[in-house]
């Protein structure tokens, strides 16, 4: 999968997701290594119900991780709510 875009377009379309994606994060090497394990299952004799498997966990940890915001989003996020006179949610009574 990694073969099919040079570095440099893989890196700007990954850079194009909300949040952006980093080619090198650990998270998007392993969904590739699923992706062309399910790719090359049938020829190696790898069982397409575990690859398929490893596919959807991989996608399901990218997924994730890419969703859950960084600490420092999270932070972002509350200055600017304080910003704005919201309450947080373990202020409120």
């Known amino acids: 999968m990694r073969d099919l875009l040079p570095p440099e377009k893989l890196a700007s379309l990954l850079a194009s997701f909300t949040p952006p994606l980093d080619p090198t994060d650990?998270?998007?090497?392993?969904?590739?290594?699923?992706?062309?394990t399910y790719d090359q299952a049938e020829p190696l004799g790898v069982n397409?119900?575990?690859a398929r498997s490893q596919v959807d966990a991989a996608a399901t940890i990218l997924?994730?991780?890419a969703s859950?915001?960084?600490?420092?989003?999270r932070q972002r996020?509350?200055?600017?709510?304080?910003?704005a006179g919201g309450v947080h949610e373990h202020q409120a009574v």
Do not use: K, V, Y
């Open 48 to 50: 397409l119900d575990q």
């Open 68 to 73: 859950t915001p960084t600490r420092h989003e």
């Open 77 to 83: 996020r509350g200055r600017a709510r304080d910003r």
């Open 26 to 36: 650990p998270d998007w090497t392993d969904l590739c290594s699923a992706l062309e």
């Open 63 to 65: 997924h994730r991780g």
